[in-house]
Each structure stands twice: as C-alpha cells, then as structure tokens.
C-alpha cells in the first residue's frame, strides 16, 4: 500500500473535541486525507468512529478544534458547548462537496431509484434534468442496479438499497465520500456487492473516509487505517502495519476478536 500523501489534505481534522454532557467521545483527534487517500477508521463500538465521521460533515458540531476543507478553514461562533458554524453559506458550499453514505441507506422511500439519485445534482448543482439523467444512469451503471433505475428503494435488496445511496452520493461529484459502516446492515452474500463497489471506488484514487468494521476491507482499501479507542487514536498507519504488526495491547485484543466474531 502508497504511505499517506503529503500534498495538501481534502480533509484536516486537529484536535477535534467532541461531548455529550459529561460524556467525552472524541478527546483530540488528529486526521488528515489528501487527494485520493482511503482512510478507514476502526474500533470498538463507542470508540468516537461514526462521531468523527459526523463531525466532518457538520452534521455533529464538535466543541474544540479545526476542521479543513480544501484548505479553508471552518468558521465558528466560538469554542466550547454552544458553539455553531459562524458562515451557514460556507457549511452549504463545503457540505455538497463531501458526500456521505450512511448505514440505514437513508433513501427517499417515494422516490424512484433514478429520482433519487438526481434530485440534488437538479435541486443543488443546478444541473438539467437531462444532464442529471444521463449521468445518474451511467452511476447506476457503475454500482451494477441500472436495470433498477425505475423501481422504489423498498423493491430493492439491502445490498441493491445500498448501492442506489453510493450512486446517489457519487452524483453530487465530491471531493471526498465519508462511509459510516455501509455493509453493517447487510448480509454476508449483500455485504459483498457493497464492498465490490468500495473497492472499485478505492482503485479510481477516490478520497475516501470509510468507518468500518469490516477489517479485510479496511486492509484491502485503505492506504492509512486510525484505530480509535473510547475517543482518541490509540494506534494509526498504513495497513500492513497496523494489521500485521499492532503495537499496542489494545489493538491487539481488538483485532483477535475481530477475527473470532
């Protein structure tokens, strides 16, 4: 595996804090992702994996820290439990540039399969409806369901849904996709059209950010893997590394369970 670029990061995370209460989940993670880097964050349930991941996108606010987007800085109101972005417009601008895939899917059950793959390139690219179209079908190619183009998401499989919600994501051409477990709600036989489709993203220099608990994907896809433990980084390098020679206790109890789960 390639050792993590040095260019300027898509993604730079420093000293990210992130509470609920008296409840601390994330205690100053540092994470960066440049151009064409796949990042899989690994760890125990309630690590701070998925938090992390929210607090990219905003769609958790973190109460401590800097949070980069293509070398602009994220502007807040000010530090601590009632912070808030400061420029709304700057989180829209930076939000339709990182797109995320979520573990419930999260498709819209009265839309078609193509309608929702289209309706924010329409609605927030402003693309035409037939530019939208053409390269929401060629996306559905891509993911292997362009037959299902027309169909609605519950006359899909979990693996078919998952795929539609990929497809949607890649339609908003982002700089960089954020994966919050993809394949956890999946069966085995679904899981594997998911992770076809990850690693085939992975191969194309995609900037990818992949919460996982899924080690052999994360091994195969990754170029930096960041093990976290009750919210900081415990352990973090390439793969071969990480997997093949964990340095700390902690790691290793986590990923011998891995193997016998």
Not at 12 to 35: F, M, N, P
Not at 60 to 74: A, D, K, L, P, S
Not at 114 to 132: D, M, Q, W, Y
Request: hydrophobic content about 40%; glycine content about 6%.
């Amino acid at each position: 595996m390639i050792q993590q670029s040095s260019s300027q990061p898509v993604i730079s995370l420093r000293s990210i804090h992130k509470s609920y209460d008296d409840l601390e989940v994330l205690r100053g993670v540092d994470v960066r992702a440049c151009e064409g880097d796949v990042i899989s964050l690994i760890g125990s349930s309630g690590s701070g994996k998925s938090t992390l991941l929210r607090c990219i996108n905003m769609l958790e606010i973190c109460q401590h820290g800097e949070i980069r987007f293509c070398g602009e800085t994220v502007r807040w109101s000010e530090d601590g439990p009632d912070r808030v972005p400061a420029d709304k417009a700057q989180v829209v601008r930076m939000r339709t540039q990182l797109s995320m895939v979520f573990q419930s899917f999260n498709l819209w059950a009265h839309m078609s399969v193509l309608k929702n793959v289209i309706e924010a390139p329409v609605t927030v690219l402003k693309l035409k409806r037939g530019e939208a179209i053409d390269e929401a079908m060629a996306l559905l190619e891509k993911v292997g369901i362009a037959d299902k183009a027309n169909v609605y998401p519950a006359q899909l499989s979990g693996g078919q849904q998952q795929r539609a919600a990929i497809a949607r994501a890649l339609a908003m051409r982002p700089r960089a996709l954020l994966f919050d477990e993809p394949t956890s709600a999946l069966d085995p036989e679904l899981e594997q059209e998911v992770v076809k489709v990850i690693r085939q993203l992975a191969g194309e220099g995609r900037t990818m950010i992949l919460v996982t608990h899924d080690m052999k994907l994360a091994r195969d896809v990754s170029n930096h893997v960041v093990f976290l433990n009750q919210g900081i980084i415990e352990e973090e390098g390439p793969p071969e590394t990480v997997f093949g020679s964990p340095k700390t206790e902690r790691l290793q109890k986590f990923l011998r369970a891995s193997v016998t789960a």
